[in-house]
């Protein structure tokens, strides 16, 4: 059972700025409570610092996690990412959608709706995250798109 304690941080709950700080407390990956510091039972706190999950936050704002809702793991963000795919192997692509998925965790998104990868990469990248092989979003993968004949990008659809 993993434990996170996020403490003396402001909270944002999605709706309004909670007054004062807060301790959040995170069982596992999902959020158990959210309680004034003082109001943190002792031995909770203790275990926390035992096990070096408590982390100081004085200033810093929690927010919920972001959701993304329509992107392509394995493209570069360049002017050509159509051009950039053609370049590279597969395993190239895959490697370069984990480095992605990693990056995007970090910035806050914790989902993500993925809607169209070459070979169902994104397929595998959801798989990856799900087993803890890498770190990254929630993935909800589309898998390969489908293309009306001379539609947008038919190299990947069906």
Do not use: C
């Amino acid at each position: 059972m993993s434990l996170l304690v996020f403490h003396e941080a402001r909270v944002f709950d999605g709706e309004q700025m909670l007054a004062g700080p807060r301790s959040v407390v995170v069982r596992d990956g999902r959020i158990e409570r959210v309680v004034e510091p003082g109001e943190l039972p002792e031995g909770l706190l203790a275990e926390a610092r035992a096990s070096g999950s408590l982390i100081q936050q004085p200033g810093a704002t929690l927010l919920p996690g972001l959701i993304d809702l329509h992107l392509h793991l394995i493209w570069d963000g360049s002017d050509d990412p159509v051009r950039s795919l053609a370049l590279e192997t597969s395993e190239q692509t895959l490697l370069k959608g984990v480095g992605f998925a990693a990056t995007t965790l970090r910035a806050g998104i914790t989902t993500v709706r993925d809607l169209g990868s070459v070979h169902d990469q994104a397929i595998r990248l959801a798989e990856a995250v799900e087993r803890g092989w890498i770190p990254g979003p929630r993935i909800i993968a589309s898998g390969r798109s489908i293309v009306m004949t001379g539609g947008h990008d038919p190299f990947w659809g069906l």
